[in-house]
């Protein structure tokens, strides 16, 4: 399984913005599909944020589209989530999650990373 890193959390005011990277181990960065994930408190389920293919087709999920980028650096094994616009509703711990060339398709990742908080206050 691929290990993955994630870094860049933190508490933010509402309107700003933060940069998630997701580091991975492993060889097979550039054939994997990668996807940031976050699961808010109260025991909400945890939800596909964004995804991106091995060839860099992206998509999201309606609530981050015109403010969320994901992108990729296969020269750096790692994956970013550009986020602005920050909403307090955004609150969550945010996973990197990595899987094979059709994850992106399946959302089927196989591999996650340990999560990092981001907080945004109103």
């Known amino acids: 399984q691929v290990q993955l890193v994630e870094s860049g959390g933190g508490l933010v005011q509402a309107g700003g913005s933060l940069r998630l990277s997701c580091a991975a181990s492993?060889?097979?960065?550039?054939?994997?599909?990668m996807g940031w994930y976050r699961q808010a408190p109260a025991g909400k389920q945890r939800e596909l944020v964004a995804a991106i293919s091995p060839g860099g087709a992206t998509k999201y999920a309606d609530s981050g589209k015109g403010r969320f980028t994901i992108s990729r650096d296969n020269a750096k094994n790692t994956v970013y989530l550009q986020m602005n616009s920050l909403k307090p509703e955004d609150t969550a711990v945010y996973y990197c999650?990595?899987?094979?060339?059709?994850?992106?398709?399946?959302?089927?990742?196989?591999?996650w990373g340990q999560g990092t908080q981001v907080t945004v206050s109103s």
């Open positions: 999650s990595a899987g094979t060339s059709t994850a992106y398709f399946t959302l089927k990742f196989a591999s």
């Open positions: 492993g060889s097979t960065f550039s054939t994997n599909s």
